[in-house]
C-alpha cells in the first residue's frame, strides 16, 4: 500500500476485484523508470497517462480482472 496523508477517499471501493475493467486508479508506477505518479483525477480503461518524471505517455488498459496495464504510446 503507497502511503496516504489523509487522502479523501469519498465513493472509491478498497475491494474493487468485482469492479473488473470499469476500475479506476489514483496512481501509477511507471514502467519506465519507476517512479510512483499520483493522480488527482483518477484513470481508467482506455485514458492516456504521463508519468511526471521521465515525461513517458501511457495508454491505460484494465483487465477484466482489474489489473492495470500501461503500454508505452
Ligand atoms: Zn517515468
Redesign the pocket.
Given at each position: 500500500m503507497p502511503i496516504d496523508q489523509n487522502y479523501e477517499e469519498d465513493d472509491d471501493p478498497k475491494d474493487g476485484s468485482s469492479e473488473g475493467a470499469s476500475r479506476r486508479f489514483g496512481d501509477f508506477d511507471?514502467?519506465?523508470?519507476?517512479?510512483n505518479?499520483p493522480y488527482d483525477d483518477k484513470f481508467g480503461n482506455g485514458d492516456e497517462i504521463r508519468?511526471?518524471?521521465?515525461?513517458?505517455e501511457f495508454r491505460v488498459t484494465v483487465t477484466d480482472s482489474g489489473r492495470l496495464k500501461l503500454k508505452l504510446m
Open positions: 511507471c514502467p519506465e523508470c519507476n517512479a505518479n508519468c511526471y518524471y521521465c515525461g513517458g
